[in-house]
């Protein structure tokens, strides 16, 4: 990698061959053994992209040379990986993608063997090992072994349908990106009693249909065969499947908030959520007596918070989804079926999500580099409380999140990637949302 900092807020991310590449993964593997103290088992998977068992050969090689067993689970959807490192009793779990971004990225995330992603302390303390080449030595006589296990793909298949009861004839398309979905996603969904139209879903590292991205603009295509095949439902995943995002019987992309509280409504209890999602989430849960805990963006951060109040339910409005009741990783595919059997249940998608409120919102940014990031966000909540006088709450877990006596919010965050301050609000109307975005806006540029 090009800095010390190894792991990002999804595991290691970046373009093959300049930050990612088998040596790294050689040395990844070798560090992993030895913060496994060179004894126990992990299991690995990965998903379409091209340069994934080059990948998978070389982090195995670290591990065995660590004196760890490795189980090899060949291409799965990233929360198969989760959910395999904890039915199995494995110590740990590797998962190779790159997730949502282009075909010549890939990347390496970890996994607890309770299923749940390893913390930012733990890759702190991989990061160390790595740098610092502390890997120890194995005797010849201890070197790990590999095992495959294909297996584990019917069980996850068999617990995903024993969770839902869709009602039969329920119609859906499902668009897997060409990624890690490709196979057991369609598979789940015929299983459960739906009658399944697919769009990419032949495994192909190249993405070949759409960028792995789901986001409305890479799913016209889909958006299209909902209303061509009057289906009741889209589903669509990205690259490893730990994402889900839906399009309504109309074609219509769902509001990522809405759905988030469509879904921790019905769910309800203590819901955690990330402090870039709507106000609809907390309107919604207050109406069925429910709590809302938010933390900052990133699954594994909803995870911790998830285990920590003993919550009900935590998702991301980006489509990434936890379920506790079933295993601690983010799973798309679950959480296309579980909005499945609502929607079978309840009726139409676009009739549910009607009866959350339409909040003007903005996501804009700012150009800022890394040292006037710094600056910016060392003095911003003094700033922003000179500038706005109805502030009811500051939140700094990530960034700082301001809500107003009117309900609106915004919160003003660093981007941890690129040379940004992002600026996300709400307003209850058109005209404070703009208020709110240029005040804040103003401030930034001022402080640059």
């Not at 990986?81 to 779990?93: C, P, Q, R, S, W």
């Not at 106000?279 to 805990?293: F, H, P, Y």
């Not at 918070?305 to 409005?317: L, Y």
């Amino acid at each position: 990698m090009a800095s010390k900092k190894l792991f990002g807020t999804s595991g290691i991310r970046g373009k093959i061959g300049l930050e990612v590449n088998s040596l790294l993964a050689l040395k990844v593997g070798k560090a992993l053994a030895t913060y496994l103290n060179h004894e126990g088992t992990v299991v690995i998977g990965y998903d379409t992209r091209t340069t994934n068992k080059m990948l998978e050969e070389a982090i195995t090689a670290g591990l065995l040379e660590g004196g760890i067993d490795v189980v090899k689970l060949s291409m799965v959807p990233t929360p198969l990986v989760g959910y395999a490192t904890e039915k199995l009793g494995a110590d740990a779990g590797v998962m190779i993608t790159a997730s949502h971004n282009p075909s010549h990225y890939n990347g390496i995330k970890l996994w607890n063997k309770n299923g749940m992603a390893y913390t930012p302390e733990q890759e702190a303390e991989i990061e160390e090992i790595y740098h610092n080449k502390d890997f120890g030595e194995i005797k010849w006589d201890h070197i790990g072994s590999i095992t495959y296990n294909n297996e584990i793909k019917k069980v996850y298949i068999e617990d995903l349908v024993n969770t839902v009861n869709i009602k039969p004839g329920f119609k859906v398309v499902i668009d897997c990106a060409c990624g890690a979905g490709s196979e057991i996603s369609p598979i789940a969904f015929r299983k459960a009693g739906c009658e399944v139209i697919t769009l990419n879903s032949q495994a192909d590292g190249f993405f070949p249909g759409r960028n792995p991205e789901p986001n409305e603009a890479n799913l016209t295509s889909l958006m299209k065969a909902v209303v061509a095949t009057e289906s009741d439902l889209g589903i669509a995943h990205d690259g490893d499947a730990d994402r889900m995002i839906t399009v309504d019987e109309n074609g219509k992309v769902s509001d990522f908030d809405k759905l988030l509280a469509l879904v921790s409504k019905r769910i309800g209890g203590t819901i955690v959520t990330t402090v870039d999602a709507g106000l609809c989430m907390d309107e919604a849960m207050t109406e069925v007596g429910g709590k809302v805990i938010r933390t900052k963006v990133g699954d594994v951060n909803v995870a911790e918070e998830i285990i920590k109040e003993n919550a009900s339910f935590g998702g991301e409005p980006s489509g990434t989804w936890l379920h506790p009741d079933f295993c601690m990783c983010p799973d798309g595919i679950l959480s296309g079926l579980r909005i499945a059997e609502l929607v079978s249940k309840e009726g139409k998608l676009s009739e549910l999500l009607k009866n959350f409120p339409d909040y003007p919102n903005i996501r804009s940014k700012v150009v800022c580099s890394k040292e006037s990031k710094i600056k910016v966000m060392e003095n911003i909540e003094t700033l922003l409380k000179n500038t706005f006088d109805d502030i009811t709450d500051i939140n700094t877990i990530d960034g700082i999140r301001l809500t107003f006596t009117d309900g609106s919010w915004v919160l003003v965050r660093p981007s941890g990637t690129e040379d940004y301050i992002r600026i996300t609000l709400e307003g209850k109307t058109t005209e404070r949302a703009k208020d709110i975005e240029s005040k804040c806006r103003k401030i930034i540029e001022d402080n640059i």
